[in-house]
């Protein structure tokens, strides 16, 4: 099949492929960007129901926007998925929407990015669709009853999905306290796994402003790579989850949810907590996150540990390749929706340099070596 040219291809329309959308059309660069949904926002209009953001308005615009709510609002998950929309359209970004990027890979000259039925050719290409797409669960789901309901985190919408009778949500991070307040108001609820510490204030009162200031500042400003103590905090922030935010224990308790150990295993079809103990329950939530999925990235830009090797998220040793909105790409907030704007623009002004492209590099290594007289 032909292929169609751009300069630069975004493979993902989220909250990051827009902003590197904005960035580039500011540059007046001919790009394209493949949403693999059929509608841009779906990302968000797939997650559960009563999901609300946990950043306030003020925080929630991407650049060259404001976001259309009072600044100390927490958006729900229709509100931002609208406003990504919105945003999209009144830039007139150039999104294809329900195209599945099936291979990213380099023919020497250019990259290839390839859906199932369309072909395009750039030499440059900004991944901004992110990795952890793959649903984790332990290898003993498999082994729990017919008769256990079993929905990850990412096909859990509401509690009307669950049957009769009790509720292990294994997961204990911002998901699955979410759920497990939810689920608790018609279920007996238990909530598996370690506690991950918590916000020690109410993030939606007002006189909790200034302190939510002086963090965003903080994840901004404070802990990036630049920082010694962002370079101290970097790996941790990428083994673990982080604290709960908006639920705190007190507000599980109140509600009746019971905190219990890991989840170990599977014991006559029901699931087995690290104690020994036995949950007798008809349903089980994973909130056990997800994998990289990289496999379509036919491309040597990985290291040991399956993560891209980047350097705020310009892939030195793939010249023209770059990423966006990875977690602590540059700072903290480099995976939250405040933080890609910062993120696109600087990987923008690299790609507009100048020779920073696969087929830029080799036309200049050719150019070097006609300069110079032959080898007598």
Not at 6 to 24: R, W
Not at 171 to 182: Q, R
């Amino acid at each position: 099949m032909p292929a169609e040219r751009f300069d630069t291809v975004i493979s993902g329309g989220g909250q990051a492929g827009l902003a590197m959308g904005y960035q580039l059309s500011r540059l007046q660069r001919s790009f394209v960007i493949l949403e693999a949904h059929q509608n841009i926002g779906d990302s968000w209009r797939l997650r559960w129901d009563s999901l609300r953001l946990f950043t306030p308005a003020r925080y929630d615009a991407l650049p060259g926007s404001r976001f259309p709510a009072p600044g100390w609002s927490y958006p729900s998950r229709d509100e931002f998925a609208d406003y990504l929309a919105a945003y999209a359209a009144e830039l007139a970004l150039p999104v294809r929407t329900g195209v599945r990027v099936r291979r990213l890979s380099h023919d020497g000259d250019r990259y290839l990015v390839e859906s199932a039925d369309q072909r395009f050719e750039a030499d440059h290409v900004v991944v901004t669709s992110g990795f952890d797409r793959l649903p984790t669960l332990p290898a003993f789901a498999a082994e729990l009853d017919p008769g256990v309901r079993q929905l990850h985190a990412a096909d859990y919408r509401a509690p009307s999905q669950l049957r009769d009778g009790g509720v292990l949500v294994v997961g204990a991070g911002n998901s699955g306290a979410d759920i497990a307040l939810e689920v608790s108001r018609d279920h007996r609820t238990y909530l598996s796994g370690r506690h991950p510490g918590q916000v020690p204030w109410r993030i939606d009162r007002r006189v909790a402003r200034p302190l939510t200031r002086m963090v965003f500042f903080a994840f901004s400003h404070v802990l990036t790579v630049k920082t010694p103590i962002g370079r101290k905090a970097r790996p941790q922030a990428l083994a673990h989850s982080g604290p709960l935010v908006r639920i705190k224990s007190s507000d599980l308790a109140a509600a009746g949810v019971e905190r219990v150990p890991r989840t170990a295993g599977v014991r006559d079809g029901l699931p087995v907590l690290e104690d020994g103990r036995v949950a007798n329950v008809s349903n089980v939530v994973w909130c056990t996150g997800f994998r990289p999925d990289t496999s379509w990235i036919d491309l040597p830009v990985f290291g040991a540990d399956g993560a891209p090797e980047h350097g705020r998220g310009i892939v030195r040793g793939q010249p023209g390749l770059y990423f966006l909105g990875l977690l602590f790409q540059y700072a903290l907030s480099s995976s939250m929706i405040h933080g890609v704007g910062r993120d696109a623009e600087y990987i923008a002004r690299h790609l507009a340099a100048g020779g920073q492209s696969a087929r830029s590099t080799r036309r200049d290594t050719r150019a070097e070596r006609a300069r110079q007289p032959e080898a007598r």
